[in-house]
């Protein structure tokens, strides 16, 4: 829906780039982490992750194609430093001979790649707060953020793996917030639109 609208009107508006940046980051180093040069029997996170990165990368793609001169040069930069931080943390951990040494290198990274995508969206829970509306911060992306992360949590939790159920832990109470914080602006939003009347008297 977020996409469609910036579609319609050929403008990204007041919506953050800096989720989907984020986004991408998180699904790279995570995809990195889920491989099998660093971790065994992680398919699932290879999967999700590179979908999610083909993802995120379109979408990004597309908020560059609709944004305004400043914002369009800072998020190709951004993008190119994501690139440049993967290729790094790819070439990096190969050096490392010690498997498990390279495991809790990747891994300690991946956790924080996923806090910081997790607290990205604080940017936009800032903005509804200071505009006490919902109209920047998408419900089905606070949702989707929140059920990704609640699975994952459990995911990480089965699989006794630290970095990825800590993060998601962190995220899950996040998303929770994002959740919580729509319901109760959106709730007000309604409620002032009926305090309207419906016919203004002029005597």
């Known amino acids: 829906p977020t996409f469609r609208r910036i579609l319609r009107n050929k403008s990204t508006e007041q919506f953050s780039g800096l989720p989907y940046i984020y986004s991408l980051l998180n699904c790279l180093i995570c995809l990195w982490y889920g491989s099998p040069f660093i971790s065994q029997r992680n ?6 992750n590179s979908l999610g990165a083909t993802f995120q990368l379109c979408y990004i793609i597309l908020f560059i194609m609709h944004t305004d001169k400043k914002n369009k040069m800072r998020m190709l930069v951004l993008l190119l430093v994501v690139f440049a931080v993967v290729g790094l943390i790819v070439a990096g951990s190969l050096q490392i001979p010690d498997k498990l040494t390279r495991w809790y290198f990747v891994g300690f990274l991946s956790c924080a790649s996923l806090v910081s995508m997790f607290a990205s969206p604080l940017f936009v829970i800032n903005l509804v707060i200071r505009t006490k509306s919902v109209e920047f911060m998408p419900f089905y992306l606070s949702l ?26 962190i995220g899950t109470v996040l998303g929770i917030v994002q959740l919580s914080l729509y319901c109760y602006y959106h709730r007000s939003s ?10 203004v008297s002029y005597v």
């Open 43 to 48: 398919l699932m996170l290879v999967t999700v």
């Open 144 to 169: 989707s953020t929140f059920l990704l992360s609640g699975s994952f949590l459990l995911y990480g939790l089965f699989n006794s793996d630290a970095f990825v159920y800590t993060p998601n832990g």
């Open 190 to 199: 309604i409620e002032e639109e009926t305090k309207e009347p419906l016919i």
